[in-house]
């Protein structure tokens, strides 16, 4: 597609439940971003990708969460025994290496609500 | 990355240019302005990124001082549907590092348009 592809855009799962979220960034982007956004807050970075290695995590806020990044292309963010505060819209983004500064694309998010 | 400071809140009637400023003191010569917006709901939107030298495009200008230590994004007829959060950061333009051009989300300006 043309932009940034997340799915699902909406989810509630229980409480105690393991989530997976994707994400399929733009075609040649081997850059990819994953973000978080709790209702009135700001975003809030989680972890990045270059290709499928993920030099920075330091976002993930705890090891509860993971994520992987499969052929330089696709994502999946996991969020194990979820619970109540990790309801928020988790949004994705992508963008060609870091220089010459260069733009990230967003995409719309995954709505997460934890009952 | 360094930090930027913005207005919390502007309006601007219908029609009537939007300047939003926003500073950076701590801007080093590497680092880009790049403007995103996100209305409710919805994924950041990029609107426009610059170096040194004014910026414009199909939706907005972006004037940067000459020491670039602030600048102004300027809508230049606002209508309804700009109003929206607006996000002012710096970004580095370099490969790898620590920061590995990622994007750090401050508060942003809310603008709202009124008629």
């Known amino acids: 597609g043309a932009g940034v592809s997340q799915s699902p855009s909406n989810k509630v799962t229980e409480k105690g439940k393991d989530v997976e979220l994707r994400c399929d960034p733009i075609?040649?982007?081997?850059?990819l971003y994953w973000y978080r956004q709790s209702l009135g807050q700001g975003l809030e970075f989680l972890i990045y990708?270059?290709?499928?290695?993920?030099?920075?995590k330091s976002g993930l806020p705890s090891d509860r969460f993971s994520a992987e990044r499969t052929g330089g292309s696709v994502s999946t963010l996991t969020i194990q025994r979820t619970q109540q505060e990790d309801s928020a819209v988790y949004l994705c983004?992508?963008?060609?290496?870091?220089?010459?500064?260069?733009?990230?694309?967003f995409g719309e998010g995954s709505w997460l609500t934890v009952v | 990355d360094a930090k930027t400071t913005q207005p919390t809140s502007m309006d601007c009637a219908e029609g009537r240019a939007a300047n939003l400023p926003c500073n950076h003191s701590?801007?080093?010569?590497?680092?880009?302005v790049y403007w995103y917006r996100q209305i409710h709901s919805q994924g950041p939107q990029y609107i426009i990124h610059?170096?040194?030298n004014n910026e414009t495009n199909e939706m907005a200008s972006l004037i940067i001082t000459e020491d670039r230590k602030s600048s102004t994004l300027i809508l230049p007829h606002a209508t309804l549907r700009d109003t929206a959060v607006y996000y002012c950061?710096?970004?580095?333009?370099?490969?790898?590092?620590?920061?590995?051009?990622?994007?750090?989300f401050g508060q942003g300006t809310i603008l709202t348009v009124h008629p």
């Open positions: 983004a992508s963008a060609i290496p870091p220089g010459l500064g260069n733009t990230i694309y």
């Open positions: 075609s040649g982007h081997t850059a």
């Open positions: 990708f270059q290709g499928n290695s993920a030099p920075d």
């Open positions: 701590t801007i080093s010569g590497n680092e880009y």
């Open positions: 610059g170096l040194k």
């Open positions: 950061i710096v970004r580095t333009a370099n490969a790898g590092g620590t920061s590995y051009g990622k994007l750090t």
